[in-house]
């Protein structure tokens, strides 16, 4: 059964951050991405030379919107958290991420 006050998430292609990186425009992404900013949580894999990481957008349905708005001061804001096992920072693939 499906709780309306639970978390809503989207978990791209590990296909996806590749494409993103080699599309400039992002043309070509641009169908992944639809209705993203609707979501809580976005899981985007990237697989770079055999090494896997995983960056995660928190609050993605914040995104755009000023603090200002806000009726609650504890309202989460939106981040970009980068999971690495070698402890890379991943600064270049936020970067790309942003872009969408």
């Keep these: ?5 639970w978390p809503k998430f989207h978990v791209f292609s590990s296909f996806f951050y590749t494409r993103l990186a080699k599309d400039k425009d992002c043309s070509k992404v641009v169908r992944w991405a639809s209705d993203i900013f609707q979501k809580d949580y976005l899981f ?3 697989n770079l030379s055999l090494h896997w990481t995983l960056a995660v957008v928190c609050y993605a ?3 755009g919107k000023p603090e200002e708005d806000d009726e609650e001061e ?4 939106p981040c970009i958290l980068y999971l690495d096992s070698l402890g890379g920072s991943g600064r270049g693939y936020a970067n790309a991420v942003l872009l969408v």
């Design 74 to 77: 504890d309202k989460p804001q």
């Design 61 to 63: 349905n914040r995104v």
């Design 44 to 46: 985007i894999p990237i």
């Design 1 to 5: 059964m499906f709780k309306e006050n």
